[in-house]
């Protein structure tokens, strides 16, 4: 298998992004890095689409940026989850659950269609 296709997993690239920002704020390629390493390399999220959902999120009121100083001395633009971005998070978890739910029943393994009821 190629990989994930990015019109299968795009509406979660947020969902994934605010799950890296829970605990720290973070900067787009070590946001890049992290995805791919967790998924090990099952998906990497292009950089548009990357930047794309940080400035989505930001005029959504999920995620605020600034810039500060690296080690190296380059300054970066980082990330930071807000509390509003911590409630849709919860959300699209939520969401996704349903998704698995409903999904799942449509989907057969080696070949086998399970029935509503039936144990995989």
């Not at 890296?20 to 070590?30: A, W």
């Not at 930047?51 to 600034?66: D, K, L, P």
């Amino acid at each position: 298998m190629a990989g994930i296709s990015s019109d299968i997993i795009r509406g979660y690239n947020d969902t994934m992004i605010l799950y890296l920002l829970l605990d720290r704020p973070s900067y787009g390629y070590e946001i890049s890095r992290q995805i791919r390493l967790m998924t090990e390399e099952k998906y990497v999220i292009k950089e548009t689409t990357l930047y794309s959902a940080f400035t989505r999120m930001e005029r959504n009121g999920f995620i605020v940026s600034f810039t500060m100083e690296a080690e190296t001395g380059k300054r970066r633009t980082y990330y930071r989850i807000t509390e509003q971005g911590r409630a849709y998070y919860r959300e699209k978890c939520e969401e996704w659950e349903l998704t698995k739910d409903v999904v799942e029943r449509f989907i057969s393994v080696d070949g086998r269609r399970f029935l509503p009821g039936e144990s995989r």
